[in-house]
């Protein structure tokens, strides 16, 4: 690719010195007591520093690895290349080996090369350099390999500053998207209280009333993944607590046990989940749709049997406050919530006239789908958002963000002058020396 006018190609050894933290080893470790960074304390474009730990330094290692302002962090593990530069001032602070700092050198900006790592992530630019399968990692001589096209000192600022304005007006916009899907939700579980709560004065059932029988699998040890095609699996309560059946929450039966033909879960069955550490979870309910393959129910999803002219009803009904306030009243346990068959049994519903359940649930179903298309389009709109903000992101590198002023000094002389001060910058001893401990 041609560079635009007055930019350089270099890698990040080119432009700032690297090091990786401190390896934590408690027996050790020596020196005081003193906060650092983790992995997981850095996140994109802030720190959260709720909940550090404390690490034992020398005088030297602190030295050495105190944070200072202008300090760009980049995980080196977990999410490779997720990075932020320290504002948070002085503070009495190390890190761990779990990050890489990077230091910018002769005029490169720290928060230029951190927009630059996160257009790298995303556009997937830093594959090549990780190491590792089930979790990746960002060694520091991959991290010194990273190719960034620098342009001149004032137009890093002006890509910096139009980035930010750019991103922050897209957050905004998600924050009013988030809010249309809390929206959504409350919508419909205003329906529903009104519906189930409000108007309906009717005599009310219970559910053992109302003709409703449970039916329930078995506890057995499962391999913990989907079945594959010729494989049978149960269903996790997982695929029942949002309220919408996710087929792929199973686990895969034991290849020796056939499970019985009246277990397996068919089109239209409604679903409960008995048992979740979650009092929020237990009691969920969802209607299946799709033919799902080979699936059964576990002893923690039972299946609902209702007559057909009241199931709907029933559904809507363990859906809504008035519903999910019995539930949580009946279930039992600390750890482990559980509601029984015999509470289920007890739960009691207002039960009116044909006429007039027919009229309420094509209330209740015309609420939820204009809630459904408000979540879809917001999803939509959600995704928009993400490609426009990497497409700011491509852009700004290709230096197509802003415009070059020909009066900045071209980086290829920022470079030249980090190479002289570099050359002329007096060798470090590599003889050992002993560490001095902080008192």
Known sequence: MTLPEGWAAATIADIADTRLGKMLDTAKNKGVSVPYLRNVNVRWGKFDLSDLFDMRVTSDEYSELAVQDGDLFVCEGGDPGRSAVWREGPQ?????????????????????????????????????????????????????????NVPPKAEQRRIVAKVDLITARIARARAELDRASRLSVRMRQTMLAQIFGIKIEQHWSALKDIGLAVEAGKNLKCDERPPHFNEAGVVKVSAVSGEVFRPDESKTLPSDYSAPERDRIHTGDLLLARASGSLRLVGRVAVVKG???????????????????????????????????????????????????????????????????????????????RADRLEAEAARARALLDRLESAILAKAFRGELVPQDPNDEPASVLLDRIRAERAAAPKISQGRKKKEIIS
Do not use: C
């Open 92 to 148: 009495r602070i190390v890190f761990q080996k779990a990050l890489h700092r990077i230091r910018p050198l002769g005029g490169v900006e720290a928060d230029f090369i951190a927009r630059y790592l996160k257009h790298a992530v995303e556009s997937d630019a830093l594959a090549h350099l990780l190491t590792g399968t089930t979790i990746r990692h960002l060694p520091q001589v991959a991290l010194q390999r990273i190719e960034v």
């Open 291 to 369: 033919e799902p393959r080979n699936l059964f129910l576990s002893d923690k999803v039972l299946r609902l049997r209702l007559p057909p002219e009241i199931s709907d009803w029933v559904h809507w009904f363990l859906r809504s406050p008035v519903g999910r306030s019995q539930i949580e009243d009946a279930a039992s346990g600390i750890s482990m919530h559980n509601i029984t068959q015999g509470s289920l049994m007890g739960l009691r519903l207002p039960v009116p006239d044909v006429k007039s359940r027919r009229a309420a649930l094509h209330i209740i179903n015309a609420a939820f789908a």
